[in-house]
């Protein structure tokens, strides 16, 4: 069974930076697309990042050009660089791998909210305040 834990979320001051962590057991990183989502109090889980096997990336248009996403195969690990933080970024963030059709949306710049996995990990919260 595959193992996820997310780190590195907190409390951070709009225009701010946090930089997310990704640990996974198994092989999940070897074999998949990944990538991370995130869920705002009452709203869907929402796929805002994904990083391909051969480390191309790939951004929903509400975090291009703030976040970085990236992932080191070695240590099945994954990072989310993210900077000049906005109160809409408030969010429980999520790692998992990224299905094939999850990612042609994200390519095509369509919001992706449906992605079911059986297992997820904790997540990491993310609140952007003043």
């Known amino acids: 069974q595959e193992q996820l834990v997310e780190s590195g979320g907190g409390l951070v001051q709009p225009g701010g930076s946090l930089r997310l962590s990704c640990a996974a057991s198994?092989?999940?990183?070897?074999?998949?697309?990944m990538g991370w989502y995130r869920q705002p109090p009452g709203k869907q889980r929402e796929l805002v990042a994904a990083?391909?096997?051969?480390?191309?990336?790939y951004y929903a248009d509400s975090v291009k050009g703030r976040f970085t996403i990236s992932r080191d195969n070695a240590k099945d690990t994954m990072f989310l660089q993210m900077n000049d933080l906005e109160p809409g970024d408030t969010a429980v963030y999520y790692c998992?791998?990224?299905?094939?059709?999850?990612?042609?949306?994200?390519?095509?710049?369509?919001?992706?909210?449906?992605?079911?996995?059986?297992?997820w990990g904790q997540g990491t919260r993310v609140t952007v305040s003043s």
């Open positions: 198994g092989d999940i990183f070897s074999i998949n697309d």
């Open positions: 990083v391909t096997k051969d480390d191309s990336t």
């Open positions: 998992n791998a990224v299905p094939p059709i999850a990612l042609a949306r994200l390519m095509a710049g369509i919001s992706v909210f449906d992605v079911q996995y059986p297992d």
